[in-house]
């Protein structure tokens, strides 16, 4: 695990997994360049939907999932998606 690529968030998710084969964190995954058809299909077998032409993808990953892509070199950052919530209305 390259916790260098990883957003604090994140890095805190992980440590909180039970099982770190279920697919529970949604990420945005970072990618530098645009995956090439090798990356691309790397990202694939990890069940991460690839649009072409995009270097941020999303998906939703095991703990096994992120570590192995954060040791990618193509992948520059993978940081943990937010729950949004309405601002206070005053």
Same mark, same amino acid.
């Given at each position: 695990?390259? %916790?260098?690529?990883?957003? *604090?968030?994140?890095?805190?998710?992980?440590? $909180?997994?039970?099982?770190? #084969? $279920?697919?529970?964190?949604?990420?945005?995954?970072?990618? $530098?360049?645009?995956?090439?058809?090798?990356? *691309?299909?790397?990202? #694939?077998?990890?069940?991460?939907?690839? *649009?072409?032409?995009?270097?941020?993808? *999303?998906?939703?990953?095991?703990?096994?999932?992120?570590?192995?892509?954060? #040791?990618?070199?193509?992948?520059? %950052?993978?940081?943990?998606?937010?729950?949004?919530?309405?601002?206070?209305?005053?």
């Amino acid at each position: 695990m390259n %916790y260098k690529k990883l957003d *604090t968030a994140l890095a805190m998710a992980l440590n $909180e997994v039970q099982d770190s #084969e $279920e697919q529970s964190l949604v990420v945005f995954i970072h990618t $530098e360049p645009v995956p090439d058809a090798k990356a *691309t299909a790397f990202l #694939e077998s990890l069940g991460v939907n690839v *649009t072409k032409g995009r270097d941020v993808l *999303t998906a939703t990953l095991s703990a096994n999932a992120v570590s192995q892509l954060s #040791e990618q070199p193509w992948v520059h %950052y993978i940081r943990l998606s937010q729950k949004l919530r309405l601002l206070d209305r005053q």
